[in-house]
């Protein structure tokens, strides 16, 4: 069964430097999400992509997130520099959306970052 | 603004009892509503999607419910079992966003005692 693979699974880093994380959804799926989930909280969507193209972005903190997905299929979440208050996990999730109502996202393992 | 409620926060049952989460929400014009399982430090399982037009859907052990005009849903799950143990999610996808990201709750933390 196809899933989405994310990597790394953990990551330990020091305030002010940065961080990067990659995800390669499933095959064929043309819509990509970044979410961060606080522990204890539910996860919030940070950047939505469709193909290559940013669809939402509305909740990423521009002034030091970035997101890509250059060629429409994996992508890179970066964070620079890093703040405490980043620890999180971070989750990939992928889907065809071919109709909004059935619809449904196929989330990866996640990266847990810990910022020091 | 879509907020989403789950209540409870935790419940520990005895094993083979029949429970029921609860997911509320503010925004009835919704596309679909989704329940996920989420394991410790891992990613989310989709478990059900009901459709705005549905009232429910079953999945094995589980049935999910909608009243879109109350604002609420329920994942029932029959004969516990302690593989059961969890956190299960409520999550949305509401037209308000334009785009399809879910809006999620806080999660329910299950706990079925052998």
């Known amino acids: 069964e196809a899933e989405v693979a994310q990597s790394p699974r953990y990551k330990i880093t020091e305030k002010s430097q940065a961080v990067a994380f990659w995800c390669d959804p499933i095959s064929g799926h043309a819509t990509l999400y970044w979410y961060r989930q606080i522990l204890g909280q539910g996860p919030e969507l940070l950047v939505q992509?469709?193909?290559?193209?940013?669809?939402?972005d509305s909740q990423l903190p521009k002034d030091r997130f970035s997101a890509e997905r250059l060629k429409g299929v994996d992508s890179t979440l970066k964070i620079q520099p890093a703040e405490l208050g980043d620890s999180a996990m971070y989750l990939c999730a992928s889907s065809r959306r071919l109709a909004l109502s059935t619809d449904t996202q196929y989330f990866g393992p996640g990266t847990r970052l810990t910022v020091l | 603004k879509q907020e989403v409620t789950q209540i409870p926060a935790a419940l520990s049952v005895p094993e083979g009892e029949n429970l029921v989460l609860n997911c509320s929400f503010t925004d009835s014009a919704i596309y679909n509503l989704q329940w996920f399982r989420q394991d410790p430090g891992k990613g989310l399982t989709s478990l059900l999607l009901?459709?705005?037009?549905?009232r429910e859907q079953t999945s094995g052990r589980l049935n999910a419910s909608l009243d879109k005009s109350s604002g609420r849903s329920t994942l029932y799950i029959a004969a516990s079992q302690p593989g059961d143990s969890a956190t299960y999610l409520c999550?949305?996808?509401?037209?308000?966003?334009?785009?399809?990201?879910?809006?999620f709750g806080k999660g329910t933390h299950l706990i079925i005692q052998p």
């Open positions: 009901i459709q705005s037009s549905q």
């Open positions: 992509f469709q193909d290559e193209s940013v669809v939402d």
């Open positions: 999550a949305l996808n509401s037209r308000e966003r334009g785009a399809d990201g879910l809006t």
